[in-house]
């Protein structure tokens, strides 16, 4: 077993508060249980198409998020001054979640592809450099929201641009490396 799958084993195990619990051995030698909670988590692992399964539905959640994040910069782009803190909270909040949407993919999904290989370690590489260029983005985002500079009109139409932008990403991510075709271990692509 290379340093790659232990390292994602592991982090996979110790996830979950129970286990140690997996661990049917009494002895306390060191070596025997780190065997026996490797072998352990090995079975349990989860499968990739069910990992595929919960990304999709994080984005679902985040696309939601954006229609809201649009709707409310809709109003705002009519003149409705009252939407100014409704509008800066939201984007807040849907940054929040899209940072931690990225922090899973990278715990979960890497690790993963990283010991599959050579076209593994080309997708793990490339999902880690979007996400570097999507979290200069968020600061981005994220300045502009603290600043009273700009104008509820001027940031709303900035958000729709934003909001455009993420759109285009998580569709390149879906036709790409979560179709059916590229994702690794898909039933689909298996059949
Ligand atoms: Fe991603
Ligand atoms: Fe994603």
């Not at 570097?132 to 104008?151: I, K, N, P």
């Amino acid at each position: 077993m290379g340093y790659r799958v232990w390292r994602s084993v592991t982090r996979n195990c110790l996830r979950g508060a129970g286990g140690y619990a997996w661990c049917r051995h009494g002895a306390p030698e060191a070596a025997v249980h780190a065997a026996c909670l490797l072998l352990s988590c090995e079975g349990m692992e989860e499968p990739l198409d069910t990992l595929r399964e919960e990304i999709l539905v994080q984005h679902q959640g985040i696309e939601e998020h954006l229609r809201e994040l649009e709707g409310l910069a809709r109003l705002a782009q009519e003149g409705d001054q009252s939407i100014d803190d409704p509008l800066r909270d939201c984007c807040r909040v849907l940054l929040g979640n899209l940072r931690k949407h990225l922090d899973f993919e990278e715990t979960h999904l890497v690790p993963r592809l990283e010991v599959l290989g050579e076209r593994g370690e080309r997708q793990a590489r490339m999902l880690l450099r979007e996400h570097e260029d999507q979290r200069e983005l968020f600061g981005f985002v994220f300045d502009r929201l603290a600043s009273q500079h700009w104008t509820t009109q001027l940031l709303a139409r900035q958000l729709c641009g934003f909001v455009q932008i993420l759109r285009d990403d998580m569709m390149h991510e879906e036709d790409g490396l979560l179709s059916p075709d590229a994702f690794p271990g898909s039933s689909a692509r298996q059949a």
